[in-house]
């Protein structure tokens, strides 16, 4: 939401709670996929490196998201 697609390694390695060579691993099997890139960015003085969507990688997040909402979300209100 608010970081409009984008977010820094450690930010992926605390949200998806794996260790720092799993996250390098999956981070580089979805760049090489086209799903993100990476950006250099100025913060102050230093530079950061951060992981941005791609239009692809956009596409397939609305699609696994829609199919995660279609599993769980609808069954649980069907089944009440």
Excluded at 26 to 35: E, S, V
Excluded at 37 to 66: C, D, H, M, N, Q
Excluded at 73 to 79: K, Q
């Amino acid at each position: 939401g608010q970081s409009k697609g984008r977010a820094l390694k450690t930010h992926i390695i605390q949200c998806a709670n794996l260790k720092t060579t799993s996250a390098e691993k999956y981070i580089n099997m979805l760049k090489d996929a086209g799903y993100i890139e990476e950006k250099r960015l100025a913060w102050g003085a230093r530079e950061v490196i951060v992981y941005e969507l791609t239009p692809l990688g956009k596409s397939r997040y609305e699609w696994f998201k829609t199919i995660n909402d279609e599993l769980f979300v609808l069954n649980e209100w069907a089944s009440e």
